[in-house]
Structure formats: C-alpha cells, structure tokens
C-alpha cells in the first residue's frame, strides 16, 4: 500500500478514532491474570471547553493508560464530568437575563429545568472535545455527579458523617460572595492584593468626670473597611502594651452612630499594625468574630445578602452598595474631622473563583464538615508515603495545609446541585422558636444580639430517603433544606462513587440496567486508582478531600500517586488566562497541525512539576516530527516496494556492526523510556525517543543504508520502525496507529490489528563484540568531527580528499563504509596513508587531514580566529550573567539552566577551534 505524499491528521485522526470506538479498544474489565491499572479522571464541568490546562493534564492521563495498556494491565480510565454548581447556574443565569429574566421569576423547579436543559445539551462540549485530543477513556462509563446513583452516594456520606457528628450546622463568619449570593469555602476564595487604603479615624473616649489619667478626648484606630465600624461592638488593645493602660476599663464613642463601646485586652491585637488599637466588628471580620465570641459581644450584621447596607447600619446608609456607602460615610468623617489621615495599603482580598467579586466575611447559619477527624488519617497515609507525591516537594505543602486544617463550610445558597439532605419539621421548630428553616435569616436579627449556642436538632431530620413524617412529633409538615451541598462535596468521592458505592439499589441506567454485583468486583480489582494527575490549584480543594473520603468510606487510600503537573504560562511567563487574552486554543492547534503535534509538543515541553511556557510557534516541534516519521516510513515502504522485498521477522545471524549498533541503541531507548514512563517522567521518555528516531534512526541509520537496500537492512528498519511506533504511541496515538496499519499491508509481518492492543516492545538479545561496538562508535564520532572541521575552516558543501592515518588495523571498517562516509561527509576520495603533513582529528584508532594545501593557509586561520574571538566574547557575556546572584535567584529556573548549557556548548566548541587552529601554526 502506498501511503499519500503527505501527511493528513484530520484524516487520519477520525479514523482511527472511529476504529478504536468501534472495537472497544478502550474498555477495560476485571481479569484474573492481569494487573489492574486505573485512572479517575478530574472531571471536567459541563460549562468546560478544552484549555490547554487541560490538553496538558488530559494528555499526560492518556500516556499512562496507553503505555500500561501495552504492558499488559487492564487499563481503565474513568472518564465523567462535574455539575459545576456556581458556574453553571451562572451561564444559565445570563441566558435567562438576555430575555430580562431571572431566576426568582421562573421559581426553583422551572430554572432547575432550565439548568437540566442546558446541561443535556451542553454538557457533553467537552467530552467531544476530549475525544478529538485522542483521550482513552472507557466511555461507556461516564459518570456525572448529578446522576441518581452518584446522588445516592452523596446522600449516604452526609447522612453518615452527620449520626458520627462530623457534620453540623453552625452560626460562623463565612465567605459570602454578594454577586453568587452564596457562601464559599476558603479554597474557593483566593486572595490577591489589591490597592486600598488605610484610614486612620478618631473615636471619642468617654471617661467619668472624676477620671485623672491621661487626657486625650479620642483614640484613633486604623481599618481598611471604614463602612464596618458602623457594626462595631467594642474597640480592642494588646494587653502587653503599655501605650494604652490608661484606656483599660474605659469606653469610647462610636461615631456617627454614637454607640458606646467597650475596651477589651486581646492578645490578638498586633500592636504594630496601624496605631496599636483596633476597631471590633464580630460579624464583618473572621478574627474580630472570634474575639467577639470569646468576650461575649454583640454580633450587628450590618449588610443585606447582595452587599448593601441594612437598617443596622443607620437609615442615612441603608439600601447603599457597600463601597458607595463607603464612600458617603468618609465624606461625612471628613466632615467632621474625623479622619487623622490614610496611607496606601496593599490589601489582602478574598475574591469569588467563580465571578471575581470581592467576598464578604459574613456572619450565617451554615453546613460545616469537621475536618480534623477525617484529616488523621489522610495525614499518616502521606507521611508514611502511602501516596506519593510527584515531584516530592508537594508532600510538604499537602501536610502543612493538612495539619492546620479548618471547618469545611458545604452549604451553597444556589439552586443548582444536591440538596441537603435535611428536613425541617415546622410544628417543632414553632415549638421551640427555632426559626432555621430560611438559611440566609442572619444569626442577628435587625435589632438583636446573636444567638451563639448551636442550634437544638429537635425538629431536623437528615435521612437518605424522603421522610413522610417527622420522628419526634409525628407531623407530616416537612420542608426540605434550601441549600445545596458544595460542588466538591461530591467531586470528593470520585474514585469510589464512581463504580456506583454504595450498591444501594438496582439502577436503571441507559442503555442497560447495571449489574450492581460487578460493580462491586470492579470497584475492588481497580479501587484504590494508581494515580491521580492534577493541577496545584486543586491540592486542597479535592486531592486533600479525596485520601480524607477515601480512608473513612473505603478504608483505603483513594490512589497510590498523585502526580501533579506545572501551570501553562505565554511564552512571557505570565500565566494563560482568558481575561488577559494570552490563551491559546487547543482546538485550534488541533485543527492547524494534529492532535499528536499537539500532544507531542506538550509533553516534549513539559518537564516533571514544571511550568510549561507556549506560543503557538512551539507547536512546529510536534507538526515537524509527525512529518519526519510520516516521510521516513513512508520512503522505507517505497523502498521495499522499489526492491521487491518479503519483509518479515528479524534474522539476527545476517546483521553487521552497524546493524548492531542501531539495534543496541533502540534496546538502551526501550529500557530508557521504559523507565521514565514508570516513573512518570514523560517529558525525559518523550525526549528521548524523539532522540533515538531522528537522530540516531533517521540522521544515522537510514541515511547509511540508503546505498545498501537489502532485505536484512529492511527488516532492521521495520524492526526498528515497529518498536519505535510503539514507544511513541502513548505520546501521538494517531500517527503511530496509521503507520503501524501500513506495517502490516506493506510487510508479511502477523501484527495485531490495533497499535493500541500491541505489547510494549521489548529489547532485542544480541551478540555485542566489544571491540567492534566501540570502532564503530568512534566511526560516527569521527564523521561528526568532520563535518564540525569543515563548517569551520568554510568548506561545508565543498568535496575534498580525506587523508587517514591509521594507528590500529581498522583499515577494513573505512573500505567496508566507505560509500556511505563519502556521501554523508561530502568527500571526493580517501586515500590511507603512512603519514600526514597536519592533524585536524585524532582518536585511538586514526588520524585525520584534508587536502587542503592548495588554499592559502591563512584564510583558514583569519575564519578560525574570528570564531574563536566570538565564543571568546559570547563566554563573557554569559560567564557574567551566571556570576549574578540575583539573576540567578529571580530568573526561572529553565532560564538558568539554558545559560549553563550555552556556556558548557560554547567552551567545548571554543576548545575545539582552538585546537583546530593550533593545527595550522
């Protein structure tokens, strides 16, 4: 079969796409004499389309389940996708408001039609999207964390970890996002400096009459909120600072409201930030409500849910957004002098994941997990590397947040996800005045302090199915919690939730009913998963959950490795992000130079935990290598047909040296890149592959027996071409499925019908004899020596006489190669001889010269001196770039490394035409 002058991927890619849908290729089940191996894939959320985060995360899963595939595992990769709370009902949202709708005036079921709608029809971008980058998943088993099974496992967690007491409602400052109008963790959070001010405002002291200390009529506190302090309750000093012992048991004013506070001692109270006092707003600030908790002060919520100011915070500002209410409150300090000053201040935000606002620390009624509990043993199971961490670093990090681990706060005031599984029974909380059905109702009221004791569970009834009554008075006016849990909440149980746990019931799941008894057998063959391969961002927000959720509902560590790979950042270094417009669309490069030029250039670029910097330029290196192994087999097959060759299995009696040399390298790349891949060091496996085939392969080999076509060089080739394709099949599936079909109609070789489904090549058993292996190594570094010598005296393309002196009886090896050496090194005779008028090359084995004596000498040693002054130079400057401490401490760390091996490069090449001119005195 002849193959199309040029390469197609878009063809190609569909095919073999198709083909390995329609066989099953990617299916993978319990089998007793096999290894499991297994991935669950992060799963990506329905509003997702493919970034190249993920093309890289989605490629470096698809390497491992490939290359484990062809070693023999049942390799199974879990594909599914994420409900996405927030996110969804958000672009659902601004579809709504396109027609000047929101989601209040369709009512709660009508908008969750709306979302199911939407999902039904969008929900599944992003699997296509995967699916064109080549991903393996078994998707027959697509999950999504809305399904009715994973539900009821979701249901079964919560249920559980609230009769263990894990799982509580309190009254606790929350991050409130005023745009979402939802609570969010501190994960989902994040903060970033912004510019502000700090304020320095005057509040009055009042003191009794008869008071002789100190006599200052005010104190001045600093705070970057100054629309706060209209919910303050007391103003707070350290009580190691001596400055302020003179306000200890006094009062002071607050203004505009002309509240009296009180002066309490914390040591809390960092005396170096601002003037050593601090103003105390219990419900506005996460350390203030704990201060307000342990001094028993009154709690003021002074902001609605979307952020304006409420009656609390006097009528002159109700109903204003927060920081125009700002804005009128200073103008009305100025006023009255009651600002000493501001200063610039960077300040710490916490801002939405999801939309970007500004959060508010806000006191609320919410759903907590105790993390502490469930942290133990995700904790030992780290420190006692149970999971591994790759690159290690990661381990420190993952322990660090682990041992300080706070309250996991899972009650969302969205519409879109898994309701809470609580009901509220409205006979007994009238009974006992616990009004908690409506979650956003503030701890304070309008006009009252807050109620700080945790609420009574008389009258709440958390249960997996639905109750008809109420187990404490019987009644059956029951309403279900408004809330919905925290996305992570169910993406925390991903790697068993997955294979249907808890086996509750039978599932009627489309296009069949699913056997829950091999669920169960499935589950315990690949359960825990080999590895997980994750971003950094999402260390805390789900790794950390998921070895939690793991060890207390499986007993078991959830993965063995977690794998977690570097940012993709512009060719800048800045990180890729919509906002800023420095993206680029996976999508794109797929449709401009292939999936595998894609998937190739990543993992080409992507060093172990490093940060990957893209322009699309980079992805040349992926489009030139498909082409250079598209052409090469291509020009092989054509060579077989050309000469009428039977190609078949490898006969080892008919090989030469070189046949040798070319096989024992393909061996040290087999164990190499074997190696790496089990380590997970794709980038070094991938490297050095693409080493061994163009380099050594294509610029060696190929080029060699081009002169000598014979049928034992052709099965060499193919043996080579064959164990090649397969190494680079985890990495450029498509390419390597498309060649290795033409293998099989162009050879008599019995292949399988799929690269996919072929073994991981193995090495090839040889008889090395020593002494040749290394005359024929020295051969090759001789023909490179060559063509560096005559680049540099100017003679590249220009054919001249080799004159070799032979100091050991190698003369056969140059009469054997001598067709080949002349072409690949430009030459027009070699002539041996016993003695040579100049050396421009020695080894152990021969001496070198080229006849050259009628040039003028001097030509050559201007040309040598100019180069030698250039390297001289270009030492310089980069010998003071790497003698610069701080370029060395701020410039990236590949940076660094790129300097260091321009000056190791250029010093051997200076050494090098030094010698070559020294040859010339």
Request: hydrophobic fraction near 40%; charged fraction near 30%.
């Amino acid at each position: 079969m002849e193959m199309p002058a040029q390469y197609n991927p878009k063809e190609v890619e569909e095919k073999a796409y198709r083909k390995w849908a329609k066989e099953k290729l990617f299916a993978a089940s319990v089998a007793e004499n096999s290894d499991p191996f297994s991935i669950v894939i992060p799963p990506p959320n329905v509003t997702g389309i493919l970034h190249m985060g993920h093309a890289l995360n989605s490629t470096i899963q698809d390497v491992m389940i490939r290359f484990k595939g062809m070693k023999g595992c049942q390799s199974l990769w879990m594909p599914g996708t994420d409900h996405a709370g927030i996110a969804t009902q958000n672009v659902v949202e601004r579809n709504l408001a396109k027609d000047g709708l929101k989601k209040e005036d369709l009512g709660r079921d009508k908008f969750n039609e709306k979302l199911w709608e939407w999902t039904n029809s969008h929900g599944s971008t992003i699997i296509s999207q995967l699916k064109r980058l080549g991903a393996a998943c078994d998707w027959d088993r697509t999950r999504f964390t809305m399904d009715d099974a994973y539900s009821d496992a979701i249901k079964e967690v919560f249920v559980t970890l609230y009769e263990k007491g894990l799982i509580y409602k309190g009254n606790y400052i929350i991050n409130w996002c005023p745009r979402c109008k939802t609570a969010l963790s501190d994960e989902e959070s994040p903060h970033r400096d912004i510019d502000g001010w700090l304020y320095y405002i005057k509040y009055p002291v009042s003191r009794p009459e008869a008071d002789n200390q100190k006599a200052e009529s005010y104190i001045v506190v600093a705070t970057t909120r100054p629309e706060t302090m209209l919910g303050d309750t007391a103003v707070a000093i350290n009580p190691n600072d001596s400055r302020y012992d003179y306000l200890k048991g006094s009062d002071v004013i607050l203004p505009i409201v002309n509240r009296k506070l009180r002066v309490i001692e914390d040591e809390a109270v960092d005396p170096e930030f601002g003037t050593g006092i601090v103003k105390v707003t219990p419900a506005h600030d996460p350390i203030d409500f704990a201060m307000g908790k342990k001094h028993n002060l009154e709690f003021i919520n002074i902001m609605n849910a979307d952020a304006t100011l409420n009656d609390n915070a006097t009528a002159m500002f109700a109903g204003m957004d927060r920081f125009r209410g700002r804005q009128a409150l200073l103008d009305i300090l100025y006023e009255k002098k009651l600002i000493e000053k501001k200063e610039p201040y960077k300040i710490a935000a916490g801002h939405c994941y999801r939309c970007n606002t500004i959060i508010e620390p806000w006191v609320s009624a919410q759903w907590f997990v105790k993390m502490k509990p469930l942290a133990q043993k995700a904790i030992k199971v780290v420190e006692d590397d149970e999971v591994k961490f790759y690159p290690p670093r990661w381990k420190k990090v993952y322990l660090n947040w682990m041992y300080d681990i706070h309250d996991w706060c899972i009650s969302r005031q969205i519409w879109w996800g898994h309701r809470l599984p609580v009901y509220y029974c409205k006979q007994c909380l009238n009974q006992t005045g616990n009004q908690t059905i409506d979650h956003r109702q503030q701890i304070v009221d309008q006009n009252s302090k807050t109620k700080n004791n945790k609420e009574s569970n008389v009258g709440i009834i958390v249960s997996r199915d639905t109750p008809d009554k109420c187990p404490s008075c019987g009644g059956s006016d029951l309403v279900q919690e408004e809330d919905v849990l925290d996305t992570w909440f169910s993406s925390w149980l991903w790697p068993f939730a997955t294979f249907y746990w808890p086996f509750g019931k039978t599932i009627d799941h489309r296009p069949q009913t699913i056997d829950l008894e091999t669920k169960r057998e499935e589950l315990s063959y690949f359960y825990p998963t080999n590895i997980l391969v994750t971003a950094s961002e999402i260390l805390f927000f789900w790794v950390a959950r998921m070895i939690m959720a793991g060890m207390e509902f499986m007993g078991e560590i959830p993965f063995r490795d977690v794998l977690i790979h570097g940012t993709v950042r512009d060719e800048y270094g800045v990180k890729m992000s919509k906002s800023l417009g420095n993206t680029i669309d996976p999508l794109e490069i797929i449709d401009k130079f292939g999936a595998d030029a894609l998937r190739f250039s990543l993992m080409f670029l992507a060093a172990s935990g490093s940060d990957i910097y893209l322009s699309e330029e980079k992805f040349l290196i992926g489009r030139n290598f498909c082409n250079k192994i598209y052409n090469s087999a291509r020009f092989l097959f054509l060579k077989i047909k050309e000469n009428n060759l039977v190609v078949d299995n490898l006969n080892l009696d008919s090989l030469n040296e070189i046949d040798r040399w070319v096989l024992k390298e393909l061996n040290q790349t087999i164990e190499e890149a074997s190696k790496y891949l089990e380590s997970y060091r794709i980038n070094e496996a991938t490297k050095r592959v693409y080493d061994f085939f163009w380099h050594t392969f294509c610029d060696w080999y190929l080029e060699i027996v081009k002169d000598d076509f014979t049928l034992p060089k052709a099965k060499v080739l193919i043996h080579t071409l064959i164990s090649t394709l397969k190494m680079l099949h985890p990495i450029m599936p498509f390419i390597t499925e498309e060649i290795f079909e033409a293998v099989g109609k162009n050879t008599k070789l019995t292949q399988e019908s799929s690269i996919m489904v072929a073994s991981w090549p193995r090495k090839t058993e040889l008889n090395i004899d020593a002494r040749k292996e290394e005359i024929t190594k020295s051969l090759f570094n001789t023909i490179k020596e060559m063509r560096n010598i005559k680049t540099d005296l100017g003679l590249g393309t220009k054919k001249v006489k080799l004159k070799i002196k032979i100091t050991s009886d190698t003369k056969d090896v140059w009469a054997k190669n001598e067709s080949w050496i002349k072409r690949l090194t430009i030459l027009d005779t070699i002539e041996i001889c016993e003695d040579l008028n100049r050396v421009l090359y020695r080894n152990d084995f021969w001496e070198l010269n080229f006849d050259i004596d009628d040039i003028d000498k001097s030509t050559f040693v201007a040309s040598l001196d100019k180069k030698i002054n250039h390297a001289k130079g270009f030492l310089s400057k980069v010998s003071k770039k790497l003698e610069n401490k701080r370029f060395i401490e701020n410039a990236p760390g590949d940076t660094v490394e790129k300097e260091r091996l321009k000056f190791k490069q250029t010093s051997a090449q200076k050494s090098r035409l030094q010698e070559l001119r020294d040859a010339f005195k």
